[in-house]
Every structure is written in structure tokens, then in C-alpha cells.
């Protein structure tokens, strides 16, 4: 499976095969059509107002909007197919037919697969297929971009299967192990994204450990996508030692942190409730990415030069002030 780099030989944040490709890291608005969201709960369940409330997002600068019909909190039960459906697929239409570029948020292959139907460009399924064994088949069948979740089972239960010796290694080897199930089962690798699952079966230690990690995920060659928007992990880093975590809605500083954390380290995107705080963290993240490159070039231009001289010249001088030109340069990167 091939390794996306970039010029320098890092691994890249890569793009899509089937999606736009943006010269940053994208951004995911956040579409809940849900009655029992943790963030949102209940406020976009309408479906005029969720096609709205998409549009609003795009308009703040989401590059995408990911629309689910069925909550993923801890401790969540499910809802039944014709809901889901009932939910989504309305949503799904509508935004597409405005022009929004759509993901669509289930762990149904029935769903998934009329959500494309629908005008859905993307599945992003936080079992990463392991829900529905009919849904890799249908999303290779259909040739869209597929989001692959590190899951551990179904949210009812989830926080009992937060136990980790290493969490970062052992997420990155089920995540690898899922994303060779998907290329078996006929998905293209170019057309895969991992997601490591921030808040799913793992509490706020191991969230951040991931994010701290987030160069051994991009490590395994595919475009990553970071969903940490309003999660438990940051209300209790925001809580401090013994106060009590903020609310939800409260959190949105705080993602935009973690928004500009994974688009320095080569995010493809992040998914996220509010979105124009995400959208400028980005942007700046690119700048100061760009900036980076600029100097690194003009480092290695300033060593070349000094190289030269030391070959005219011939002296020992301007050799060693060429060494310095490397050490120089490296310490820029």
C-alpha cells in the first residue's frame, strides 16, 4: 500500500480520490439530525432546519457537512433503520442539491448506500465497517470515499472496552487491521480516511495521547481525519484538577486548539459543531505551515551558496561556514 509524502519525504496530509482537493487541512461542519445529541441534541432535528443549519455552516467556511440521524454518545442505544433513514436521506438531498459537498454519518450499509444515492460523496462509518458486514461491499460498489473509525463496540457499552497497555500502538494496529478488512473487501486505499476515534472507548488520557500522536496515525499512509469537536477529553482538561467540566457548547475554543494542533500535523480534516473559529485556526495552521517551507527553502539556498564559495575559494573558512549553514538550516525545519 503506497505511503503519501511530500517533497521532503514526511507523509502528506494527502487528498481523495471522488472529493475536492484543498491545499489545507479541510473542515467538517457537524449536521446532527438527532433528538439526544451530547453536543446538540434535538435543535436540528427538523429537517428544514437541519438543511439550513448545513448552509449556515458551509456559509462559516465547512468545506463539507457530515449528517448523521443516529447519536454515538456514550451509552447510546440505537435507532431503527426506517428512523435513520427518515432522518438522513431528506437532509442528505437537499443539501447536495444546494452544492454542499455531503458525508453521510452511519454505521448502516442501507443507509449509507441510499445516502449516496441521495448525493452523499462520502461514508463515514465510526465502526469503520465492523457494524454492517454489508458495508464495505457497498461502498466499494459505489466507488465513494470511506471513513474508517477505530471502534470497539457499539456505544452502549463503550467506555467498559477503554482499557489500553499502549494506547497509541494499539490504536494504530486496529486501525491498520481495519483499514486492510476495507481494501480486502474491494475498497481502493485512495479512497480511505482513518479516523482514531477520539472519545470512543477511551477516556480523556488516551484521547490526548492521541493527539499528541498524531504523526504515528498519519504514519500508516492515508489521509486522517480528527473529530475531538466538544468531546468529554477537553471539557475535562478545561475543568482543570477538581472543577466540573463546562458544557458542550462551551467547548468550542478549546476544539479550535485542537483544530490547529492536527492541521500543523497534517490533518486531512477536522470534524467539528461550530465552525468559523475551526475554519480560521486552519487557515492560520497553513500559513504557518507555508511560512516553515519558505524558510527551509531559503536555508538551503543560503548553504549552497556558502558551498560554492568554499569550492572557489578553497579554504578551510568557508568550508566550516557552509557546516554552519547546514546546522542552521536543519534547526529551521
Known sequence: MSTLRDGGGRVGRGGLVGLPEWDRCAVMGVVNVTPDSFSDGGQWFDTELAVKHGLDLVASGA???DVGGESTRPGAARVDEAEE??????VVRELAGAGAVVSVDTMRASVAELAVQAGAALVNDVSGGAADPAMVPVVAAAGVPFVVMHWRGQSI?????????????????????????????????????????????????????????????????????????????????????????PPA?????????????????????????????????????????????????????????????????????????GGVGVANAEGAV
Request: net charge negative; glycine share 12%; aromatic share 2%.
Open 157 to 245: 457499552d463503550m467506555n467498559n472496552r477503554a482499557v489500553y497497555g499502549d494506547v497509541v500502538g494499539e490504536v494504530v494496529a486496529e486501525l491498520e487491521e481495519s483499514l486492510e478488512r476495507a481494501v480486502a473487501g474491494g475498497i481502493e486505499p485512495d479512497r480511505i480516511v482513518l479516523d482514531p476515534g477520539l472519545g470512543f472507548a477511551k477516556n480523556a488520557d488516551h484521547d490526548l495521547a492521541l493527539v499528541a500522536n498524531l504523526g504515528r496515525l498519519r504514519a500508516l499512509g492515508r489521509p486522517l481525519l480528527v473529530a475531538a469537536s466538544r468531546k468529554r477529553f477537553l471539557g475535562r482538561v478545561l475543568a482543570g484538577g477538581a472543577g466540573s467540566p
Open 249 to 321: 457548547r462551551e467547548r468550542d475554543a478549546a476544539t479550535a486548539a485542537v483544530s490547529a494542533i492536527a492541521a500543523r500535523e497534517g490533518a486531512w480534516a477536522v470534524r467539528v459543531h461550530e465552525v468559523r473559529a475551526s475554519a480560521d485556526a486552519v487557515r492560520v495552521a497553513r500559513a504557518i505551515e507555508s511560512a516553515a517551507r519558505d524558510a527551509e527553502a531559503a536555508g538551503g539556498a543560503g548553504h549552497g551558496t556558502e558551498t560554492e564559495r568554499a569550492g572557489a575559494d578553497g579554504t578551510c573558512e568557508a568550508s566550516e561556514a
Open 63 to 65: 468545506d463539507l457537512v
Open 85 to 90: 433513514l427518515r432522518r438522513v436521506v431528506p
